[in-house]
């Protein structure tokens, strides 16, 4: 990982470099912002062929070898992180040029992802407006406390957030419960939200009816077993990227007053840099400092944008894989050294404190 140990001091004069180096980033990205029509039909080609055809394999498999049909999902998974990264973009209406067709193609990947596109494209556009805000970090990301939050909490609530914080719930349990519950209910009620949340029913209704429709005609254990499983299995990759994305070491947490946009994008969203083919996979989603500089940039000129323009990434948090294991020690957000901390370095630091 770039940068590590920034003192206070450094990470101010590097803000206000970043600052003074982008500040005509709005004219360098807008010719990215453009749709291609022609890429998007490639992509909806190229995701939702390879999807169908997996899965088709998966049914015939579950006759003769449960391993290989578990291993046709594990990859078929990734194939439906594509199909919600198109329904992602069409949630910024930055996928096609026209309205009406982001909206259709989203909706209907909401009958893969099994994520309301409305609801959803809500929370995650006030995420987009908000990130590193720490009045609003718990819409849109993944929760988290800071060192004095979490110094003034007693016992128990201590003890619930260490167990909220723990890999095995954060990756396993959280987006079992994303599945289940979250996205099928109205969780953030915000003003002027009721029609959305009436969208979010209104998905969920004809969800069910279309998955109850397919597994009368397929056999129900069979087809719950195959979709459950590809759909869970998705599910933990996005929780998996929502943590890299922002809660690195050196990300970018401020109170409202105190915020900005562009540092926002460029220190608080990284760039997740994977090999090629699990960049494909993922619709470069792990562009993300980008993606958050303009989120009317649909996935497939991320790449592009970024290597045109690498003075984007001079500044960002890049983050490979073995960084990527590394970072699910990050519990804490230690506003005074502004960066992600462990349980282990809150205490050692708690013990100096005191003494």
Not at 4 to 22: G, M, P, V, Y
Request: proline share 3%; net charge positive.
């Amino acid at each position: 990982m770039k940068m590590n140990n920034i003192t206070s001091a450094k990470l101010t004069a590097l803000e206000k470099e970043i600052q003074e180096k982008l500040n005509n980033w709005k004219d360098i990205i807008a010719e990215y912002q453009i749709p291609d029509k022609k890429k998007a039909i490639l992509q909806l080609v190229t995701t939702f062929l390879p999807y169908l055809a997996l899965w088709t394999l998966m049914y015939v498999t579950w006759s003769f070898s449960i391993l290989l049909t578990i291993a046709l999902g594990l990859v078929n998974s990734f194939f439906l992180v594509r199909i919600f990264i198109i329904q992602h973009d069409c949630g910024h209406q930055s996928f096609l040029g026209s309205k009406r067709w982001n909206n259709f193609i989203g909706w209907i990947c909401s009958f893969f992802s099994t994520i309301p596109y409305k609801y959803w494209a809500k929370v995650h556009n006030h995420h987009h407006g908000h990130t590193g805000q720490l009045e609003e970090r718990d819409i849109g990301d993944i929760d988290f406390l800071t060192v004095k939050e979490y110094r003034n909490r007693g016992f128990w609530g201590r003890l619930g957030y260490r167990v909220f914080r723990h890999p095995f719930v954060l990756f396993f349990f959280a987006p079992f419960w994303y599945l289940i519950f979250s996205n099928r209910m109205p969780t953030f009620k915000l003003k002027s939200w009721n029609k959305i949340r009436r969208t979010q029913v209104i998905n969920n209704v004809l969800l069910v009816a279309f998955y109850s429709g397919l597994a009368y005609l397929l056999g129900w254990q069979r087809f719950l077993f195959i979709q459950f499983f590809v759909v869970f299995t998705f599910f933990i990759i996005a929780f998996w990227f929502f943590y890299v994305q922002h809660q690195h070491e050196e990300g970018y947490m401020r109170w409202r007053k105190n915020w900005d946009f562009l540092l926002a994008a460029i220190r608080g969203s990284t760039y997740y840099k994977l090999p090629k083919v699990m960049q494909w996979l993922t619709g470069n989603i792990g562009i993300h400092h980008i993606h958050h500089l303009s989120a009317r940039i649909p996935n497939y000129n991320l790449e592009k944008c970024m290597k045109e323009n690498p003075l984007f990434t001079k500044y960002a948090n890049v983050v490979t894989f073995w960084d990527s294991v590394k970072l699910t020690a990050n519990k804490l957000w230690d506003e005074e050294s502004k960066r992600m901390i462990s349980f282990a370095e809150y205490y050692r630091l708690e013990r100096m404190r005191i003494a």
